[in-house]
Structure formats: structure tokens, C-alpha cells
């Protein structure tokens, strides 16, 4: 905010009228992940959002987060029209050579979501099955290396909704994405009758962090407001209110 103004160009309604208030800070998002983001009666609610928000106040910092979809994200921070993003993003070597992360916040790995009496019981499983997944996510890379890159039998979505969307209406045999995300819909959507195969070696160990511009001179203040925030315990207690102890 004060002096640096590496962004902002984007005309989203940056503080005018406001009186000796810092600038807000366009943070991005894909809101179709729940429960990191998503939508709730035309709110962006999730994890993701009480954890930026409380990790903004400890920085000083007031945040906007706009929903503007997967791959936009990622323009939008490469060219430096937001300021950061939050969206459950996994922090990797391809996309530190591009962005820059703050420390981790979260755990994840990826897992295969299926319909209850699939026969399919490891990633393994997965090499001659049709698999749904949302393009550009680790869970598109790892089938990516499953059943080779361009294969037909991948079926890459916008967003991880679709791609479960094509799993229940019969187009694919699987999806992979965020274990948290699959669990949680399995969970929320029992009619459906689908289930997380509990394949634990599969998939790498995934940390999410905030993605900023690379040589963002914001990142420094929310590193140290994420160390606040884990030892403080205000991220238990958002941790307590979406996943329970
Ligand atoms: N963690 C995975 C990745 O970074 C998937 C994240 C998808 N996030 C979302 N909001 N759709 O590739």
C-alpha cells in the first residue's frame, strides 16, 4: 500500500472516498473450491477467506477478494494487476520460477474421487480410466504423468465443479483434486454416492501459500503476519471452525 504502488492498476475501487485509509488490496481467487473458496449466496466465503482476512488485519492491510476464476489468477498476478491471490494454490519449483510464495499454510495431497462399486482402488487404477480433472492444477499434472499427457482420456475443466460435474453425470470414471475438497463434497453431497479412494502413497505432499508477483514488497509483511497468526492462535481457531478439532 503506502509508497509502493507496483499495482492497483486494475480500477477496482481502490479506497477513494475513503478517508487516510490504506489502499485495498486486490487479492484473486477461483471461489469453485470449497471449502477454500467458493460461492454462498453471492459471497465468497471458505478457509481461504477467513485466513486471508485475518492474516490482512494483523499486516495492516484491508483486502478485496475478487472472484475471477482458475487461469486469470495467474495473468493477473504475472502482470501484476492483483497484489496477491489466494485460491488453495500449491506452491511448486515450476511456479516459484514465475511467482513468489509466502511460507506454507496448509497441507493438502491430491486424491481420486470415484463413484461407490468403482473398481478403481489406486492411482494405478486410473491408467486406462476416462479422468476429470481442473486444468492447470497439480491434480491435472500428476494424471498428466499417469496416463501421459495427451491422452484423450484426460478431460481437463475450468473449474474442479465441472470436472466432478462430469464425474456424476457419467462422462468420467474419476476425479482427481485437493484431498480436503474431495472429502469435503463426498461429505456435503451423500446422495450422490461417491467416495475418496484412501490411497495414501500415490501423491506427493502439497503445501498451499499466497502467490505473489515475483519481487513483491508486500510478501514480507504477510510472511510475518502468517507466523502471528500460527502461533497466535487465530489460524487454529479458523482451522477449528471449518475442519472441527
Ligand atoms: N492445489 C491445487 C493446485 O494448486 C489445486 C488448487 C485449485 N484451487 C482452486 N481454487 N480451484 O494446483
Redesign the pocket.
Known sequence: ACGSSQSSSSGEGDGAGETEKKEKLRVV?????AP??YMDKGEIVGF?VDFVEAVAKEAGYEVEIVNVG?DPIFVEIKDEIADFAV????I?DD?KQTYDFTSPYFL?T?KILVPEGSDIESAEDLKDKVVAV?A??????AVDELLGKNSSNIKKFE??NLAIMELTSGGADAVV??NT?VEEYVKNNPDQKLVVIEDADSFAA?Y?GLMFPKGSELKADFDEAINTVLDNGKYAEIYTEWFGS
Open positions: 481467487t477461483d471461489a469453485a473450491y477454500f473458496e481461504d482458475w485460491s488453495a494454490i500449491t511448486n511456479r493438502s491430491n481442473q492447470g492444477t497439480t491434480g491435472q499434472e473449474n474442479n483434486a485437493d475438497v502439497e498451499y
